[in-house]
């Protein structure tokens, strides 16, 4: 919903949005309808000309894009060695706790 969003966002055009993320043009629109409907407020005005969006959308663009960048950042955390994960011949070092209890002197 979020990349539907932002990529309407920029294009402005549901048909362009569908186009450039592989799906149905109804897709996008029943996406972003749901997404309206989760923030409980419209995010576009629906023109002939193509949408433009209203200022609660204007105000979630640069969060929907921080969000998707850090979904990115998730999604590729584990083929980071220091995540913990081991590669063939190479073992990755443990993970120190973050709340460890540490004895005092």
């Not at 309808?33 to 419209?42: D, N």
């Not at 993970?95 to 005092?104: I, S, W």
Request: aromatic residues 4%; charged residues 25%.
């Amino acid at each position: 919903m979020l990349r539907a969003f932002v990529t309407c966002a920029r294009t402005g055009s549901v048909t362009r949005t569908a186009t450039e993320l592989g799906y149905s043009a109804a897709s996008i629109s029943d996406q972003i309808r749901q997404l309206e409907v989760h923030t409980r407020q419209p995010l576009f005005r629906r023109t002939p000309g193509g949408m433009s969006l209203t200022e609660a959308g204007k105000r979630m663009v640069p969060v929907a894009h921080d969000i998707l960048s850090r979904m990115d950042l998730l999604c590729h955390c584990e083929a980071m060695p220091e995540y913990g994960r081991r590669r063939r011949g190479n073992q990755a070092a443990p993970r120190q706790e973050l709340y460890a209890v540490r004895p005092t002197a």
